[in-house]
Every structure is written in structure tokens, then in C-alpha cells.
């Protein structure tokens, strides 16, 4: 993942060479240009992620905390991409959380 993030200007300017539709998970790729992003939400993670630490301080044993999924996930299209590659998304748009003109 930190090699996908760190690379992904890079990443998405070799598949817009190749006209490939880049997708990914994480929103920053679909910012860098890629087609579009669908994956947890990260803030959501990361403030779930906080409440186990406080459980855990306030002497929760790991152990017995449950293993959670994701709840949120986030769409983004990046519309500036869909025009370039000439690609059909008008079924996804309404479902958009965020879309990149």
C-alpha cells in the first residue's frame, strides 16, 4: 500500500499512456488521476481504530475485543479521467461520494 501511494502519479500516468482505467481503493489514487476509487472509508477506520485503543487503555484484553469489517465505503470518480479515456460511468454517478470534475 505505501508503495501504491507513494508511486501513484507515476502509477496512473503509465495506465492513461496505455488507456487503462485505473481503479483503486484509496481516494488520493483517484485524485492523482486515476478513473475512480471504492474502498473503506479511512477516516472511518482510523476513528474506529481509536475507540479499541481506548477500550484497550481503560484495560479491555485484546483478545476479546470482536474483529470488525469496514461499515463505510466511499465512491469517487474522477470526471476529468471518464472524459479522457471516453469510458461510460453514468450508472455509478448517482452513487458517487465524491465526484473530481
Not at 471516453?86 to 458517487?96: E, Y
Amino acid at each position: 500500500d505505501s508503495i501504491q501511494m507513494n508511486r501513484r502519479t507515476e502509477i496512473v500516468e503509465r495506465a492513461m499512456s496505455h488507456r487503462i482505467p485505473a481503479i483503486s481503493e484509496y481516494r488520493e489514487i483517484a485524485l492523482a488521476g486515476a478513473l475512480l476509487s471504492y474502498g473503506p472509508s479511512r477516516e472511518d477506520c482510523w476513528r474506529r481504530a481509536a475507540s479499541y485503543v481506548a477500550r484497550i487503555l481503560h484495560g479491555a484484553n485484546p483478545g476479546d475485543l470482536p474483529v470488525e469489517q469496514p461499515s463505510k465505503y466511499n465512491l469517487v470518480i474522477n470526471l476529468r479521467t471518464v472524459r479522457a479515456l471516453g469510458v461510460d460511468v453514468s450508472p455509478l454517478l448517482f452513487r458517487a461520494d465524491e465526484v473530481i470534475e
